[in-house]
Nanobody
Framework: QVQLVESGGGLAQAGGSLRLSCAAS????????MGWFRQAPGKEREFVAG????????LYAESVKGRFTISRDNAKNTVYLQSNSLKPEDTAVYYC???WGVGTVLSNHQSRYRYWGQGTQVTVSS
């Protein structure tokens, strides 16, 4: 069982930056692939970024490539999403998610992710 708690959301201006954090419980965090998803009002939840349990592989949605960076600190049981050059269309609730990663490939399909946080709101003003 993994419990995930996001933080770092808030209000930013277009062109600004935010760093989201996701703290995970449990002693096996380093064995989980981690992902960030987001859901804007009236839209379906979508994949943003993912990182393999070992940290040696990452995936990004085309809409955030070059602007967002996912990273992890296994010693702190934390995964981060550095969000730069923010746009109003980045406004959404951002969710941290996880699934057992050892022996698997990194996925961008939300059906693959088993554990989810409660989400943190990111609002970007123009």
């Amino acid at each position: 069982q993994v419990q995930l708690v996001e933080s770092g959301g808030g209000l930013a201006q277009a062109g600004g930056s935010l760093r989201l954090s996701c703290a995970a419980s449990g002693r096996t965090f380093s064995s989980y692939n981690m992902g960030w998803f987001r859901q804007a009002p009236g839209k379906e939840r979508e994949f943003v970024a993912g990182i393999r349990y070992s940290g040696d592989s990452t995936l990004y949605a085309e809409s955030v490539k070059g602007r967002f960076t996912i990273s992890r600190d296994n010693a702190k049981n934390t995964v981060y999403l550095q969000s730069n050059s923010l746009k109003p269309e980045d406004t959404a609730v951002y969710y941290c998610s996880a699934y057992w990663g050892v022996g698997t490939v990194l996925s961008n399909h939300q059906s693959r992710y088993r554990y989810w946080g409660q989400g943190t709101q990111v609002t970007v003003s123009s």
